[in-house]
């Protein structure tokens, strides 16, 4: 397949009163069309600002992002992110959020009915229409973020970006929405880079996990290819022998190799690699 | 039995209930009962105090003389309207005499001149408050959004509102008037001086509020929205209207109750000192006057002036509640 993202040789460097900080060194990431990518590190690494650097809401210090073979310099649609905090507009009902979008996207390609019937198809594919008519502060945190992919979904990006999507979820409906993320890119098989503190989540989602080293000066410290047939089943892979190595991998990676020494203390560490995988 | 059964049905303790049920009265009766205690203690303070100051005018008026004055001001007010009616009639029939002697005879019609009643003043002033507001909320809203958006802009205006903001009303007054009258000149005029003087006077004295939340209010404006319009891509005008607009509804709806409260109080002051119609003058006319009704009228006017401050206040947070999506901030 083809590389249709490019993330080359990206340096941020933040001006700050106490001086320059370098947050990323020479971050450097091929993408393929239809590539699931995971991106997990310790928080604070700098996963957010890669992401912000591919939407263009940063500019990188050094390298850039090529989209296409076109090198993108301003944030667009075709990048569509969604937010950690949903982010959707509090004066909107979803169904007015998701119209926002795509009266933007699609305003001389659709015709109202078009418009109409694919904003009502997007909020069927997160399983919300029945909320269509309710304001953000009137349903719950998943439903909210089930509305900002669904928001993300209706501008149809070349390339989805999803920074900590279900980070501030409880650990039931998290796995719900991993579940219904699963389904939909079944269906879609869209481009999606990730960001996740979830081992987890990284392994069952993702076609490979991108796990970056600690901060200052970040960068790519390992990526972990993944293996495993879809569709995915968080039970059954329970058991499944490379699944549980790939897991491994990961925590290895983030308790040993890259272990925050002052926020995690060591006795931990070791306890969660059987038991926990969160990370931040 | 019966009790044992009513027992049963109310569940554990009746006693419980039954304070539940006290608590629930007591709250209502609460809510209604502490402002009229608190209203029966000022009367009682006010009457008390009122006559032991004597002054020049005879005693200050205590509640029983504003009571007299409410209902002397509201008769003045319909004798003078059935003098103006009367007026009309035999002017009407003065015309019609004229004509029916004399068919050519072009009919004269002249207006009635009387004297501006207590609530014709009322109205005056309320017109002109809500005017003046108007006019300084369709300036400062445009411009403070303009002001949110534009750092620069930021600092090239701010020293000019730090400077111009904590002006008296009082100070713009006799500009403001020089500058109608030499600039408003019209042989026939829509609205009268004095009306532009005042209206005038209370933009520039309440526009500073509003101007300074709604930047605050943009400025403030949570960065998510602002990513989510830019990843859309929305051109500048839909990020205005779609986005920046609504973000700041709250804020700007703190700057007009500000504001609308300001430019109450700046409108009588300006009334009193320029004799512009109004409850400002109606004030400064009868402390003029000095007659024995004069403090009792003054003071119903102050109740008046108080009263008509709390309702605009009350119809502005009515107005944030119906318009705001953030119904945290509409709560007082
Ligand atoms: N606008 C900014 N100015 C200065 N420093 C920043 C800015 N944004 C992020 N940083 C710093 O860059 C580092 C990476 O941040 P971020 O990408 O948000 O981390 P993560 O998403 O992995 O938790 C952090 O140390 C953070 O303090
Ligand atoms: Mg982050």
Redesign the interface.
């Known amino acids: 397949m083809s590389i249709i993202l490019d993330i080359s040789k990206v340096d941020m460097v933040f001006p700050t009163p106490k001086g320059d900080f370098t947050a990323l060194k020479g971050v450097d990431l091929q993408i393929k069309k239809g590539e699931f990518i995971s991106l997990i590190g310790h928080s604070g690494c700098g996963k957010s600002t890669v992401l912000n650097i591919v939407?263009c809401?940063h500019k990188a210090t050094m390298g850039g992002v090529i989209l296409n073979n076109k090198e993108v310099t301003?944030?667009?649609?075709e990048?569509?992110?969604v937010?950690q905090?949903h982010?959707l507009?509090?004066?909107l009902t979803a169904y007015q959020n998701i119209e926002?979008?795509v009266k933007?996207?699609f305003k001389n390609k659709m015709s109202k009915t078009e418009m109409k019937e694919w904003i009502e198809h997007n909020l069927r594919l997160v399983h919300m229409d029945h909320a269509r008519d309710k304001?953000p502060d009137e349903i719950s945190g998943g439903m909210k973020q089930r509305i900002g992919i669904a928001r993300a979904l209706a501008?149809k990006p070349e390339i989805l970006l999803m920074d900590e999507p279900f980070g501030a979820l409880d650990a039931l409906t998290r796995a719900h929405m991993q579940d219904s993320l699963m389904e939909i890119q079944q269906k879609l098989n869209n481009t999606v880079i990730m960001i996740t503190h979830d081992v987890d989540e990284a392994v069952l989602l993702s076609d490979r996990i991108v796990m970056m080293t600690n901060g200052p000066a970040a960068t790519i410290g390992e990526i972990l290819d993944v293996n495993l047939p879809h569709p995915r089943n968080r039970l059954a892979l329970a058991e499944d022998v490379e699944y549980n190595r790939l897991r491994s991998a990961v925590l290895t990676f983030l308790y040993e190799k890259q272990r925050k020494v002052e926020v995690i203390p060591k006795v931990e560490a070791t306890e969660s690699k059987q038991k926990t995988s969160d990370v931040a | 039995m019966t009790a044992l059964m009513s027992k049963k049905i109310v569940g554990i303790a009746p006693m419980n209930r039954n304070k539940m049920i006290m608590s629930f009265i007591a709250e209502k009766t609460q809510a209604l009962i502490l402002p009229l205690v608190g209203i029966c203690c000022f009367m009682l303070l006010w009457s008390f105090t009122a006559s032991s100051i004597d002054t020049s005018l005879g005693k200050f008026p205590g509640p029983s003389a504003v009571a007299t004055q409410v209902v002397n001001l509201i008769d003045e007010h319909n004798a003078e309207r059935n003098k103006e009616d009367a007026f009309y009639i035999r002017q009407d029939q003065r015309n019609e005499m004229r004509q029916a002697k004399d068919p050519s005879y072009q009919a004269k019609v002249r207006a009635y001149t009387g004297k501006e009643t207590f609530l014709d003043q009322i109205v005056t002033s309320v017109v002109t408050v809500l005017s003046g507001f108007l006019l300084a909320a369709v300036i400062a809203i445009p411009l403070g959004i303009a002001i949110g958006l534009s750092k620069n802009l930021n600092t090239a205006i701010n020293p000019i509102i730090q400077i111009f903001k904590p002006v008296s009303p009082l100070a713009w007054l006799p500009l403001v008037t020089m500058v109608v009258s030499a600039v408003y000149v019209s042989p026939e005029p829509m609205f009268a001086k004095s009306f532009i003087t005042s209206l005038i006077t209370v933009t520039l004295c309440s526009i500073w509020p509003m101007v300074i939340n709604t930047s605050f209010g943009v400025v403030s404006m949570?960065q998510?929205?602002v990513?989510?319009s830019?990843?859309?891509?929305?051109p500048k005008l839909?990020h205005i209207q779609?986005?920046v607009l609504?973000?700041s509804?709250p804020a700007i709806f703190t700057g007009m109750r500000m504001s609308l409260g300001i430019a109450w109080m700046v409108l009588i002051a300006a009334e009193m000192l320029a004799q512009n119609p109004g409850l400002g003058k109606f004030v400064w006319d009868e402390f003029q006057n000095g007659s024995s009704q004069s403090l009792s009228r003054i003071m119903t006017a102050v109740f008046v002036i108080g009263l008509i401050g709390y309702l605009l206040d009350l119809a502005m947070l009515q107005l944030q509640r119906a318009l705001s999506?953030?119904k945290s901030s509409a709560q007082r």
């Open positions: 939407a809401i301003e944030p667009g649609p990048r569509a992110v937010f905090n982010s507009l509090p004066w926002l979008a933007q996207v304001r501008m | 949570n998510d929205w990513n989510v830019q990843v859309l891509s929305l839909v779609k986005i609504p973000a509804i999506w953030d």
